[in-house]
Structures are given as C-alpha cells and as structure tokens.
C-alpha cells in the first residue's frame, strides 16, 4: 500500500465547475437494489474451486490480494449482520479455505503489518457471527506476532507500517491494529487485548489526528515528519476505533471532516478503482454507518450516506448492475476491478434505503 497524494487544486477546481453545472433528480434505491447488487458482484467476482472460494481482481480474471481480499471477506460478516442470510457466513468460511489455500495461516512473510490486521479483523468477526474456534485462533496468533514486531516506543508508541524497514508509523495500520485488539478483547475476555487497544489508539489520537477537526493524518516518518494527508478509509477506521472505545467526540469529528472537508457535493471521493484506493470509500461507510447505528446519529448522518448509496446505485452499469468506486460518474464498459466494485455493495446495504424518491445526485460530486 502507499500514501495518497493528494490532487491538484486545478483539477479540483474543474470537478466543482462541473458540479456547479450539472445536477439531477434520480430514483431512490431500495432493499431489493440491494440484493441485486450483491448478486451482481457474486456473479462477476466470485468463484470456487473444490470448496475454495476467492474473488476474481476484475472481470477478467486473477484473484485479489491479500488485504483487499480479507476487506471483501469481511463484507461477507457485514452482510449476514444486515439480514441474517447464513449463506453470507457459508460464503465466507468458502472465501478463509481459499485464503489460507492461497496464503496460509502464518501470515508473517508478508511484510505489510496493516494487511495483516484486516485478516485479523475479517477472521475475529468471523468468530463472532459463527462461534468457528478456527477463526479466532489464527486472529490472534497473526495479531500477536504481528503486534510484537510492529510495536515500539519510536515516535512515542505505535505501529510501525511496513517491517523490517520501519520508516514510518501509518494511520492504515494503527486503526485497524486498534479495532483488531479490541475485537480480541471482545471474543477472549482478555484485558490485555482492550489494553493494547487503547494504546494503539491513543498513539494514533495524539500523533497523527488533528483533534480539533477531525482530520487524521497519513503516517509519521521515522524523522518525525508528518504527511498530514486524508483519506477516508484513515477516517473510518479511526472512527471505528474510537466508537468502540467511547471516544464519541472523536469520532464525530472525524465524521464532520469527512463530509464536509473530504466529500464534494456531498459525495465521497471518486477514487481510482484499479489499485488500493477503490476500496477506501467502502471501508469508511463500514465504520460510520456502526458508528452512527450505535450512537443514534442517523438524523446527522444518514442522508448524506444515503446520497452515497443512491449515487451508487443511479451510476451502476445497467448491463450487469455493477457499480465501481467512482459514485459520481457513470460505471463504463470494459473490465472492472473487484475492489473497485464491492464499495457500492456495502453502501447500498448497510445504509438504509430513504422512505422518498427523487434524492439528489450531482455528477462527479466526489473528485
């Protein structure tokens, strides 16, 4: 994975002139847009081979890799949440055969500690809706060995991102290292998991998020420089982190900063879907729409997801209902890229479809 940089006030500018000019009313999504979406994405990504299930990187073909393929693992864990469908959990245990088929269950030689972390994540939550003790083990065994080696008191605490180099802490691993500690803590009973938790947190808190405004930083170079960079998925796992921690201030500032400082016409960013960025915007809608569910913030927050979802849903590919990462644009014809596309799926199921029609979408709203 890599720091975005961001793009340049030129190209910002065109994106807010063609906002300004065009606009339209389009149809309301509804709950069964949503199945549609999720038989769409299985029909085009998801595939098996004797019991082994992975998703195809695009249309084409190939698989996807290792933390893109544990985030679209753990949809599986978010959808079943969503509707109680045990054929979400049978996909997913498919999907983990496949995983560990491909890549094992001692996840050390990848040298990426964030990717390691969302397998940690997808496996414990896993444990949680299926009670598979196999899940949870190899959870806690990778965050432990990960942990150790990620761990110092370099810069104050934290995670390093990328071992053995270890040049620079990164928000992309030190959130989802805090919500995997806590969700060890959660499906062990063991304090020192919440400890870690909290620890990893308050590093990330104090060095790398703007606690005034909600913005969290990229990383912090071993020198101690900052790339004060946002990214929405940085935001949203940080507010995951800081929902089940109780810092609820936090994390609604992080929510502000995304909304009105990140999006564009109320639309999140229209990432480039073939590389790590089109899966950015679906992680953030993961831990914000939790977020809002368990605090009761759906009257701050749920329109403006809801922009989101039916943006997603009114620029999908008609031919075939998928939707890539780039919601404020029409999905083109040609190959499509799996991670790119499963953003739209969360979206459009996790938020809850408006009781009226006619939202308004603004084209490329999110550049």
Known sequence: MFTLRLKSAGAVCLIVLGFLASRFSAVAYTAADA????????DAFYFTTNGNGYFRNTTEGGKTWFWERANQMEMLIDLYEQTTNSAHLGQFTSLYNGFVGDHGTNW????????IMWMVIACTRAYQKTGNPAFRTVAKSNFDACYARAWSDDLGGGLWWKWPTNTSKNACVNGPAA????LLYQ???????????????LWERATLVNTNTGQVYDSIHQTG?????????????FIGA???????NDAIRAADFTRNRLSRGGLLPNYDEHNDLGGFNGIFVRWMVKFMKD??????YQP??????????????TSDNLSWSRWGRTTPAGTRYSFGCWGSVLVINLVPPAQSPGMAVHPDGGD
């Open 35 to 42: 199945q549609t979406m999720i038989t769409a994405y299985n």
């Open 179 to 182: 919500i995997a500690a806590y």
């Open 242 to 248: 800081a929902n089940y921690l109780g810092y609820t």
């Open 108 to 115: 050390m030689w990848n040298e990426f500690n964030d990717d």
């Open 187 to 201: 499906s062990y009973n063991d304090t020192n998991y919440l400890a870690k938790a909290q620890d990893i947190f």
């Open 225 to 237: 420089k900052k790339d004060q960079t946002p990214i929405t998925y940085n935001q949203g796992t």
């Open 304 to 317: 403006w997801l809801q922009q989101n979802a039916n943006a997603a849903w009114n620029f999908r590919r």
């Open 295 to 300: 605090r009761n913030l759906q009257s701050s």
